[in-house]
């Protein structure tokens, strides 16, 4: 099967490609696509779709969403939001299979954890946050949601009812509360668990008084998914009856009421009137909305009977006859079959009532015209509706006519859709065909002929081991009683097919077991590589560790020593300041001194013998003064080695801030490679869990796959005993049929020998009938003439006795 989404897929996984190169393909390949119902039906069976939405996942994971930004501004978790949600919104079949390849958890944690932590959420921008709601709301309407993180729960809450007093927030905040409250036990339990409970009763039944219908129904099912209703069931569902009337934008309008009206069914009973509203709505509705109010009537199973008997006093059922034929949503009409089919097996004369020369030759027409690329879901319908018409009323001569018109195409569309291995499909057309047996006969032999020659039979087989369909399965096991009725080439078929199939699936799985012992033992051989990287890593790490303890001891010191250093060097630093203003002011009253003894000195040149009487008379003050100069020499000599000592402290505190600067980086290098190899250890412990928790799991695959296989084994055992017991039987039936085709010669030979004496008997008999029919006439004719003749004969014999 061709796929659609190929290229895109190919683009999105070529290598090299940064997250922004695939982000700007893939925001090219959503503008130019139109997502509508040609596209979604298109992605419904597209084999690529799950690679497909896991890309556009993890390219969502490497975004940012932020609902504060300009509402003018699109960029590409805007495009992406839009895009799936348009996807959404068109089939619940696309809901589930998006779901299931995506990790919810994840998703909830990248849309609103930066939301989260803004300061005050009501605040956030309504028309970028609805665009985040929607798509949240419906994926979680999927029956494959399970959000189970409790992180990502608390995250999502943390802005959901904060957001259920907003206007044009608060019915989709509301959705996503009943919707995941249905979905999942953990958000049920998170949410009852919480203080804030109360004030969210509170506001959900402040809510069911607004004046919006959307925010009414959403405040309902949330307010039925999380508390007791009690007395007011009956208001609840007749106004969830209301709602499902309703045809709106809303998007998740039906499918919440269809919630809640399912969790209050055994509470309050419905009313024939609103069952008939209810049956109204399918015709009145299309796409999702459509399927969900079937689905709602489907499960709506103690009223089945109900259903069926207002279906069947009105002219309804024409109307739903014709509404699937033309229905253009394939799950819709294929939704619409099986409850069909359901309330037939509650009341097999459901269809005998409806006037089939109306609708049987516009339905057939309408499957002769039908483009040959329609869907086979489509075609599945079609023909549901066909067999059942067939078997509940008798065809008029214009149908007899019309079907002997399009018998060749009708063959032809058998035998394509085999080919094609459209299994169902080919069923539902072999089961048509054999309910027009009645009317011609001939088309018995060529249906076994068709069955013969193509790949029917191993069809059935698929439908039979595959199916979850009860109606599909049905179907086959009439097909294979229907066909072994006819002659035992298909019953030997058949068991050729049943044989081959099930060797082939204990070749597979014993393939898978293989690759998964492969894999539990590459596994083993990698954790014990990781196993040994992680012993090296912790070495490394004690050492490094050790290393950085020793450093950390060395800075210590190195910081002590330096505090006791810079201490030391802070008082010299004073001394030496104290020491330069006395020597400052030493040799200010040197020069004074000098000068003055300059004075002197010219004095005495000038009066030698004043001068001398002067000394004479100074002599003290003169001695005075050369104990001062010889006092002030000593002080400088002590002052220049204390600079020399203050230099060389200088120096020696620069080399230690060095050693310790040099220590430091050392240290931070340290540090780092400690903090490197700490991370390296956590990562290698998060993956050795991880993949002791993988090993687990292929252990546990592992031991499935045995034991299917045991049983497969089991079971071919068995199958081959009955094959060795049947053609056991064959060959004494093989025996007494040679037996018997030796005693048929035997009995022909014989058959034929006895006619052969019977002929001359007969013959025998004519020859002496004649002589005595002669004798007779002669005895007549000439009596005398006879007596004459016999008579001497007479004589003689009355002489010998």
């Known amino acids: 099967m ?78 992406i939001s839009i895009f799936l949600t348009n996807l959404l919104s068109i089939s619940p079949y696309l809901r589930d299979q998006i779901v299931i390849n995506i990790n919810f958890d994840e998703l909830i944690h990248i849309v609103f954890s930066k939301i989260a932590d803004e300061g005050d959420i009501r605040k956030i921008e309504p028309t970028k946050a609805v665009i985040y709601l929607k798509l949240v709301a419906l994926l979680s309407s999927s029956i494959n949601t399970n959000l189970t993180c409790v992180n990502s729960i608390a995250t999502l809450f943390k802005v959901i009812i904060p957001l259920l007093g907003s206007p044009q927030l608060g019915a989709w905040a509301c959705a996503i509360i009943a919707l995941l409250a249905r979905a999942s036990k953990s958000v049920e339990s998170y949410l009852k668990s919480q203080p804030s409970i ?14 919006d219908i959307m925010v009414v129904n959403s405040a309902l099912a949330a307010h039925t998914a999380i508390f007791p209703v009690g007395n007011e069931s009956a208001t609840s569902i007749h106004a969830a009856i209301n709602f499902i009337t309703q045809n ?46 079937i689905d709602c009537i489907r499960q709506l199973n103690i009223y089945h009977t109900q259903f069926a008997n207002g279906i069947k006093t009105t002219d309804y059922l024409v109307s739903l006859v014709d509404y699937i034929s033309k229905c253009e949503y394939d799950f819709v009409s294929i939704s619409a079959c099986h409850l069909l089919q359901i309330l037939v ?11 089939c020369n109306k609708i049987f030759a516009k339905i057939f027409n309408r499957f002769a015209t039908l483009p040959e690329k329609t869907s086979v879901e489509k075609l599945e319908s079609i023909f549901i509706i066909l067999i059942l018409l067939v078997q509940n009323n008798s065809l008029s001569e214009d149908d007899v006519d019309l079907l002997q018109t399009e018998e060749n195409y009708l063959f032809t569309c058998f035998v394509r859709h085999i080919e094609l291995n459209n299994a169902y499909l080919s069923l539902l057309i072999f089961r048509f065909i054999d309910e027009c047996v009645t009317y011609f006969p001939n088309w018995k032999s060529r249906s076994n002929r068709i069955a013969i020659e193509t790949q029917l039979l191993p069809l059935i087989n698929n439908i039979l081991q595959t199916s979850r369909n009860k109606y599909a399965i049905e179907f086959a096991y009439y097909a294979i009683s229907d066909l072994f009725s006819q002659s035992s080439h298909f019953y030997e078929s058949m068991i050729k097919i049943t044989t081959t199939s099930n060797i082939s699936a204990y070749e597979d799985k014993y393939k898978s077991i293989s690759k998964l012992n492969s894999e539990i033992t590459q596994n083993t051989f990698k954790i014990s590589a990781l196993s040994e990287e992680n012993t090296r890593l912790k070495n490394e790490l004690e050492k490094v560790k050790a290393e950085n303890s020793k450093l950390k001891l060395d800075s210590i010191n190195s910081s002590d020593e330096l505090a006791f250093t810079k ?100 240290l931070s290098i340290a540090q780092n490679r400690a903090s490197s190899a700490e991370s390296k250890y956590l990562i290698l412990e998060q993956k050795l869990k991880e993949q002791k928790d993988t090993n687990k799991k292929l252990c546990r695959a592992a031991e499935k796959i045995r034991e299917d296989m045991m049983n497969a084994e089991k079971r071919a055992n068995s199958l081959s005993d009955d094959i060795s017991k049947i053609e056991a039987q064959n060959k004494k039936l093989l025996d007494s049929q040679k037996n018997l085709m030796d005693k048929n010669e035997k009995y022909k030979k014989q058959i034929v020998e006895y006619r052969e004496l019977a002929k001359k008997a007969e013959q025998e008999k004519n020859k002496w009938e004649t002589i005595a029919k002669f004798a007779q006439k002669v005895k007549e004719c000439k009596r005398e003439a006879a007596e004459e003749v016999f008579a001497p004969m007479n004589q003689c014999n009355c002489k010998k006795e």
């Open 345 to 355: 097996e509650i009341d097999p004369t459901l269809f005998q009532e409806i006037p």
């Open 248 to 293: 709106g934008k809303f998007v998740l309008m039906k499918q919440l009421a269809r919630d809640t009206i399912l969790s209050l069914k055994d509470k309050a009973p419905l009313a024939p009137r609103e069952l008939l509203v209810l049956l109204t709505s399918i015709l009145n509705s299309n796409g999702a909305d459509a399927y969900f109010v």
């Open 198 to 211: 109360l004030q969210v009763k509170k506001e959900l039944t402040r809510l069911l008084s607004s004046q």
């Open 567 to 666: 201490k030391n060097n802070d008082i010299a630093q004073e001394k030496l300041s104290d020491l330069t203003k006395k020597f400052q002011s030493l040799q200010d009253e040197n020069k004074r001194l000098q000068k003055e003894n300059e004075d002197l000195s010219e004095v005495v040149n000038n009066n030698g013998l004043a001068t001398k009487r002067i000394l004479h008379d100074n002599k003290d003050l003169y001695q005075q003064i050369q104990l001062y100069q010889t006092t002030e020499r000593s002080k400088q000599k002590r002052i220049e080695e204390l600079t020399e000592e203050l230099k060389a402290r200088s120096e020696e505190f620069t080399k230690v801030t060095i050693n310790i600067q040099k220590k430091d980086a050392e």
């Open 2 to 79: 061709k796929s659609h989404l190929e290229t895109i897929v190919q683009s999105l996984s070529t290598e090299g490609h940064t997250n922004d190169e695939n982000g700007n393909i893939l925001l090219q390949y959503i503008k130019t696509t139109d997502v509508d119902l040609a596209y979604s039906n298109q992605l419904t069976n597209d084999p690529l779709l799950s690679d497909f939405i896991q890309q556009i996942f993890c390219i969502l994971t490497t975004i940012q969403f932020d609902c504060n930004l300009d509402s003018s501004f699109i960029d590409l978790a805007d495009s």
